[in-house]
T-cell receptor
Framework: GNSVTQMEGPVTLSEEAFLTINCTYT??????LFWYVQYPGEGLQLLLKATKADDKGSNKGFEATYRKETTSFHLEKGSVQVSDSAVYFC????????????FGKGTLLTVNP | DAGVIQSPRHEVTEMGQEVTLRCKPISGHNSLFWYRQTMMRGLELLIY????????DSGMPEDRFSAKMPNASFSTLKIQPSEPRDSAVYFC????????????FGPGTRLLVL
């Protein structure tokens, strides 16, 4: 089955620092890849997604590129803000019409002023 | 637009009691998912409905758990009888079915069984 391995946290950064959260996946077929974010006390929200190899997803200054050759989908942001403090989940589905999402364990990011 | 709506947001109950969690998906979405989130196990898919029909309930822990979707705008997850190990955050999510489609999550119900 599918699996996702993401960088263990917690990650603590100062405001305006560069962020990378590593994510690698194993999947059959041609999966879509997602980053979801969970702010304290809230549900998960889609941050960005990529549906095929070499696609780059981007949103709110965050970016991730779907790398089939390295089976990776690393999340990056050039300058984090305190408001980015949250848990970030790397997620994959199976290719085709499969509805099942496979979640990474989540990485807690804390950004200090 | 209203997102996925869940109620109640918090529930505290005693072991053995029946618990009913409710979900209203986003209008026009034809897929609905119930998840459970715990520190130990992360996010687990409990059940998936498509066009109000349960497609996959392999994640439902045991017979104490049941879920229904009587129409396109409402679903319930029931636990009877509840046990302390059921304490978790339960999320409902909905999507338009299709490859790579985004699932939109509700705010969750935080359940504590004493």
């Amino acid at each position: 089955g599918n699996s996702v391995t993401q960088m263990e946290g917690p990650v603590t950064l100062s405001e305006e620092a560069f962020l990378t959260i590593n994510c690698t996946y194993t999947a059959t077929g041609y999966p879509s890849l997602f980053w979801y974010v969970q702010y304290p006390g809230e549900g998960l929200q889609l941050l960005l997604k990529a549906t095929k190899a070499d696609d780059k997803g981007s949103n709110k200054g965050f970016e991730a590129t779907y790398r089939k050759e390295t089976t990776s989908f690393h999340l990056e942001k050039g300058s984090v803000q305190v408001s980015d403090s949250a848990v970030y989940f790397c997620v994959t589905n199976s290719g085709g019409s499969n509805y099942k999402l496979t979640f990474g364990k989540g990485t807690l990011l804390t950004v200090n002023p | 637009d209203a997102g996925v709506i869940q109620s109640p947001r918090h529930e505290v109950t005693e072991m053995g009691q029946e618990v009913t969690l409710r979900c209203k998906p986003i209008s026009g979405h034809n897929s609905l998912f119930w998840y459970r989130q715990t520190m130990m196990r992360g996010l687990e898919l409990l059940i998936y409905f498509n066009n109000n029909v349960p497609i996959d309930d392999s994640g439902m822990p045991e017979d104490r758990f049941s879920a229904k979707m009587p129409n396109a705008s409402f679903s319930t997850l029931k636990i009877q009888p509840s046990e302390p190990r059921d304490s978790a955050v339960y999320f409902c999510a909905s999507s338009v079915a299709g490859p790579g489609e985004t699932q939109y999550f509700g705010p969750g119900t935080r359940l504590l069984v004493l």
